[in-house]
């Protein structure tokens, strides 16, 4: 067998192997979603309660620094909005009834009233409560369980810590993305390769835009060469190489190598992978659509004499 003689252009793809593969990928594409979207949105929700918590820890700090305690005779809750809780307590301050708000009152508090009403036994803040209010301003208070729970060194950085492990899996996932080849669209003027990623020009070929890789490794401008906006160009023969399109992505084939096209229908419009047979390797290209039939003869005629297949 002679370097450059066409072996066989043929169709013949498994159809249904390529139907069972796309399901595949959908599933698998949905469930890395998944797993990265909802760390993500925890993460969202962390960020998003940090500042509340610093200030509970803040004047938590400042309260059992400086703080009185006294004891409430009334607590009230009322829920605000869809799911807000919040709390006030009325207690003396030098004789004289206040009442101020109870600053980061607990998760127990969610179930009550839309209107103002006294805290069962259960919720923890039935009176009597202690409460520790600030002698600057009696409005700062906050019930005593609560300057505890967010005096603790680092209360107010759980949130962070939650958040930033949440954005783990997104950073594993935009890794791989990054180390597995990003896609065609963004790789655009890619200084390592000699062809566009968005037509098939060489990069001085181009008409109608900058040649490929002008505007740096990571642009993303859309290529409006005319191959790209009017008629697609599948391959670009040379004196040294074939180059084929895997999807946007050129794959250059030595001119010395056999080449042998196995695909199924007239236009070849199908997800199954296509194989290009070499004397050196073998590539297998997935989901090129839009390969005209009628286009393989010119890889025969590039290639040398042989037979080429005709349209089923």
Known sequence: MADGAVIRVAVAPDLEQARRAGRNRKITRALLAITVSMPLL???IALL???GNERANQLALALQA???TVTADAAEARVVGKHEPEARATFNVDGTPVTAPLVAAGPSLAGSAREWAPLPADSGYAPPLVVRYLPSDPQEAMA???VVFWARPGAANTGLLIAGLGLVPAGLALLGWFLGGRPAWWRYGDKYSPTCWYCAHFRDQHTGSAPCGTRGRWSRRRCVCPAWTTQRQHFIVTDDALFLWHGLRPVSIPRGDVVAVRGD???LEWSSAL??????RK???SDIRGWPLAAIPTLQNWA???EHGTAQ
């Open 275 to 280: 194989v290009i047979e070499t004397t050196t």
């Open 42 to 44: 925890v993460s969202a």
């Open 304 to 306: 040398g004499v042989g």
């Open 283 to 285: 590539l297998t290209l």
């Open 144 to 146: 005593e369980k609560d």
């Open 49 to 51: 309660m940090y500042p």
């Open 66 to 68: 400086s703080g009185v």
């Open 265 to 267: 229908s007239a236009r």
